[in-house]
């Protein structure tokens, strides 16, 4: 219970740090959409001369080399989105797991707290049992004496009789 409850705290965790994170990363997919905005209303309004000009400022390598940049940093903020959602499933899947093992536990802990009790009830009929057993030796050995006195006594009545 101890485990599933650290499990389920360490999900929840997991599930507030997935959320921010997603957050930022769509903060910083804004800024950058806006920043790719600026720059073709930038583009877009400049005159032949102006363009030629803008372009040269900026470096037209440069303008698709940050679109490119940014074009990556996109991907790998979806590709990073999309392996925390798998890690997300996998954690649930262990939540899933560690329920479904916990039953089994609780299952071997109540067989044996019913084991250790039918033990203890075995040792106590045990005990019961040497005592009835010394008990009936006692009595085994006390009707063998009385049978032999009777017989002694039968033997001498019978040995007199005989002698007269």
Do not use: P
């Not at 990556?72 to 890690?87: F, G, P, S, Y």
């Not at 030796?137 to 005989?162: D, E």
């Amino acid at each position: 219970i101890f485990r599933i409850r650290i499990f389920n705290k360490l999900n929840k965790d997991f599930q507030v740090d997935l959320v921010s994170c997603k957050k930022l990363l769509e903060q910083g997919i804004e800024k950058e959409r806006l920043q790719l905005e600026s720059i073709s209303r930038s583009l877009s309004s400049a005159s032949g001369n102006d363009f030629t000009q803008l372009a040269s400022s900026f470096g037209y390598n440069q303008l698709i080399t940050e679109e490119e940049l940014v074009a990556e940093k996109n991907e790998a903020i979806k590709q990073c989105e999309t392996e925390l959602r798998d890690l997300n499933s996998l954690m649930k899947e262990i939540a899933q797991l560690t329920n479904e093992q916990q039953v089994g536990i609780d299952t071997i802990d109540s067989n044996v707290a019913s084991a250790a009790q039918s033990v203890e009830a075995g040792r106590v009929q045990l005990i019961k049992a040497a005592d009835h057993q010394t008990s009936s030796r006692k009595k085994i050995c006390c009707l063998i004496i009385f049978f032999l006195i009777v017989a002694i006594i039968i033997g001498a009545v019978l040995w007199s009789y005989l002698q007269k």
